[in-house]
């Protein structure tokens, strides 16, 4: 039930964020011609659990032929599973995204006041900040398309900033709320201040503000294939599911 309500809540968050939602055959289409360079308000959601990878490969084609990237969207995680073998052979990327809640105490403790809520441009300017520190962060106009992205999650749903240290921010992440859900998203450490635990201090503020009112689950998605899962298992998040994404882009691309 709590996995099929953070699903639900997903879905329409993706839904209200991009320009236009197009049914297809197999697919929800996620378009926001605007914004190109941002996969995730350019996708395609499988929503048909019988269909094979090559009618989903049509779909992302027909949908997405004015982008240069093809992303899919998968929330079964059975379904997700039986397509990647032959999504991958196609030159796919496959991502399994951990679906992690928080369901006990943190082994990890912050001093008063290491991490708490930030104003809107503060909590910009560092998220930026770490933004332009990835793969993709030569690339300028990427960085302003999912600064645009934000302000789009911002009016769709309640959206709050934290960060490590308030005053001067090494670390921040966003806290979405909203159907008594809390999703802890978009966690990032700018790399010269990494590990003196401000990352844990800015998910631990947005997660004791989200248990306060009451939200439950509070919520995040993280790479099965990376390392941050331990730290939020430090955290007190505990992992209840997978979701999938396949993301096709042309040779030399950067991650945005």
């Excluded at 320009?19 to 048909?48: G, I, K, Y």
């Excluded at 995204?97 to 082994?107: C, K, T």
């Excluded at 503000?209 to 899962?229: N, R, V, Y």
């Amino acid at each position: 039930m709590t996995l099929e309500r953070i699903v639900s809540f997903l879905r329409r968050t993706e839904e209200a964020i991009v320009d236009e939602v197009r049914p297809l055959p197999h697919v929800t289409a996620l378009l926001t011609p605007s914004l190109p360079l941002v996969w995730q308000l350019n996708a395609v959601r499988v929503d048909d659990d019988g269909a094979g990878a090559r009618e989903l490969i049509g779909a992302a084609d027909a949908a997405l032929g004015n982008v240069s990237h093809r992303k899919l969207v998968v929330h079964d995680e059975e379904l997700g599973a039986r397509l990647a073998p032959a999504l991958s052979r196609e030159g796919w990327n496959v991502y399994r995204l951990l679906v992690m809640v928080r369901d006990r105490a943190s082994e990890r403790t912050a001093a008063e006041g290491a991490g708490g809520e930030v104003d809107r441009a503060t909590g910009a300017r560092a998220l930026a900040a770490f933004r332009r520190e990835q793969p993709f962060g030569w690339q300028e106009e990427a960085v302003q398309q999912l600064t645009a992205m934000d302000e789009r999650y911002s009016r769709a749903i309640q959206a709050r900033d934290f960060a490590a240290p308030p005053e001067q921010p090494a670390a921040s992440c966003r806290l979405y709320t909203g159907d008594g859900l809390g999703q802890v998203d978009e966690v990032g450490t700018i790399e010269r201040r990494r590990g003196r635990g401000h990352a844990s201090a800015a998910v631990l503020a947005a997660a004791d503000t989200a248990a306060a009112e009451g939200c439950d689950p509070i919520f995040l998605l993280t790479d099965a294939a990376d390392w941050p899962q331990q730290l939020y298992a430090r955290l007190g998040f505990s992992p209840i599911g997978q979701l999938y994404e396949f993301l096709k882009l042309p040779l030399g691309s950067g991650r945005p």
